[in-house]
């Protein structure tokens, strides 16, 4: 099969700057070359390829959009957006550990932490010396955050967090966790730290969706966290949301990365195939089918830069976010199943990387705001009346 190169039918080359270009570049030839060569082993192993934090670090991509200040690549929000695009084109679950670190971990140290909490913690996060994770969704409490049970209770010389959070991306390889618990019935966030007294973070096991990626539970009982550790900016649940606009904004990129994939290798499939003496890229439903899928992706690839465009000039809305989101996700999902069905029974196999991404995609469309939830998101932009109660 060719070498996977992206969808640009509107010629939306001609919208990006030569960094932007340049940095999909970069990120699509080490995905090629370092990354796709061990996802399949490491999707049927549920393993995330460790050894190759390193290299991951060097592309930049980890908080690719902070300040450079901060030993972070100061990209702009399409290059950023580009590359997430990039990563999931190998692997829902590669994207995952990048977002986490950047959106969910680096960026409310950045935007919430002190300027001591800024210094240490972010340059080696950027460097991938530190691996941090996100603790907001727990057992009982996923869609509706504002219920969480997790507790924070002051003492003379910090406090003492009890509770559990689940579904926690890199949890259990983690060095630092940034943690929301309620004080004082307040939502706050907070820095915990791997090793710590009562804090445990075992692996959640038998996933048949993002299997090449840490997810984890977070249990905290009666952990002591130290003055210092407390996110003194990050208040109340706006806090959190932010963090996980951040997140979204990515995802929404991403999931064009996976449908890409899907419509490349179903593209690739259809002209070699042969069945009724001629390939199967030649019949009318398939041609349909893969219409369709190009038509989707280019609705997406419209969407995304102008909300890249949006964000960098400090204009997006959170709901614009939402909007991209459940779109690009849910397009994503549709475009992989209708790449397996073209494929057939080989669809199944790991010699294509189409079931892959459609079980993964089957937990990004759960994730970072469900599908329904976006959905009323939209709504209450649209008439001002939240029906989430």
């Known amino acids: ?3 996977f190169a992206g969808v640009d039918f509107y010629l939306f080359d001609n ?10 570049q970069s990120v699509r030839t080490w995905v ?3 990354y796709l060569p061990v996802v399949e082993e490491h999707f049927e192993r549920a393993t995330f390829p460790m050894n190759l934090i390193p290299e991951i670090a060097h592309l930049g991509v980890l908080g690719a959009n902070l300040p450079a200040e901060y030993g972070c690549a100061g990209l702009g929000d399409v290059a950023y957006g580009i590359a997430m695009q990039e990563l999931e084109a190998g692997d829902s679950g590669l994207r995952s550990f990048v977002s986490v670190q950047g959106s969910l971990v680096m960026y409310p140290i950045f935007t919430y932490g002190s300027e001591e909490q800024k210094k240490y913690w972010l340059p080696k996060l950027a460097a991938g010396e530190k691996i941090g994770c996100f603790g907001l969704t727990e057992p009982d409490f996923g869609s509706n955050p504002s219920g969480m049970a997790t ?3 002051k003492t003379k010389d910090g406090y003492v967090l009890s509770g559990a959070k689940m579904w926690i991306t890199n949890g259990t390889i983690a ?5 929301w618990a309620k004080l004082d019935g307040k939502i706050q966030g907070f820095l915990v730290e791997k090793g710590w007294k009562g804090f445990t973070a075992p692996e959640q096991k038998r996933k048949f969706s993002l299997r090449a990626s840490v997810t984890s539970e977070l249990i905290f009982q009666d952990v002591h966290v130290p003055e210092s550790h407390l996110l003194s900016k990050a208040q109340g649940l706006k806090a959190p949301l932010s963090c996980l606009t951040a997140a979204r904004y990515g ?3 991403g999931a064009l990365g996976a449908a890409m994939a899907c419509y490349h290798a179903a593209v690739e499939y259809s002209k070699t195939r042969v069945q009724f003496d001629r390939p199967i890229g030649g019949f009318q439903l398939v041609q349909e089918r ?6 989707e992706i280019t609705k997406g690839q419209a969407i995304c830069l102008q ?3 949006l964000k960098e000039n400090g204009l997006a809305k959170p709901e614009m976010v939402s909007l991209a989101k459940r779109n690009n996700v849910a397009v994503a999902l549709d475009i992989a199943r209708w790449a397996r069905d073209i494929l057939g029974a080989n669809g199944i196999t790991s010699e294509y990387p189409v079931m892959r991404h459609m079980a993964n995609l089957e937990s990004v469309k759960t994730y970072e705001g469900t599908h329904n939830i976006h959905t009323l998101v939209l709504g209450e932009a649209i008439t001002g009346i939240a029906a989430y109660r």
């Open 307 to 309: 909300l890249g465009r």
């Open 251 to 253: 995802i929404a990129w």
């Open 1 to 3: 099969m060719r070498p």
């Open 290 to 295: 893969l219409a369709d899928m190009l038509t």
């Open 175 to 179: 060095d630092v966790a940034v943690v």
């Open 151 to 153: 507790k924070a209770v």
């Open 32 to 34: 090629q070359e370092r």
């Open 15 to 24: 919208q990006l700057t030569e960094d932007e270009k340049l940095v999909r």
